[in-house]
């Protein structure tokens, strides 16, 4: 593959990897400073927990298998790996969130109104 084209190829994927991490980044930021979380699948975000982590560990792997040998491989894995470790970080502190809310409110979140626990005032 000529040079030009590696670092074409290379480019679109820092730049899909950049929105990737943007768009999930406003949504991340409510709900941890919210703590609301009753709009949120559970499912949904154990498997894009899991994906993510994934793809991040996928990456470590690929890279010391191949020992950055080339230039292609590595910024291929950097990318995957620094695209997808604020994602997992993010949904896995959102999934956390998601269950204690769960398990101090109930399935659907319904009785949190944002104040503290309803089970500490009885």
């Not at 291929?76 to 999934?95: E, F, R, Y």
């Amino acid at each position: 593959m000529a040079n030009t084209e590696w670092w074409i190829i290379t480019i679109i994927g820092i730049i899909g990897a950049l929105i990737a991490v943007i768009a999930f980044c406003p949504q991340s930021l409510k709900t941890i400073k919210t703590k609301k979380t009753d709009g949120i699948s559970l499912l949904t975000f154990i498997l894009y927990t899991t994906a993510n982590s994934l793809w991040v560990l996928w990456g470590i792997i690929h890279l010391s298998y191949h020992g950055g040998s080339e230039s292609t491989i590595l910024m291929k894995d950097l990318v995957i790996i620094c695209a997808n470790t604020p994602c997992a970080i993010w949904s896995g502190i959102i999934l956390v969130i998601k269950i204690n809310n769960m398990y101090k409110y109930g399935e659907d979140c319904k009785k949190w109104k944002g104040k503290v626990n309803i089970k500490s005032n009885f």
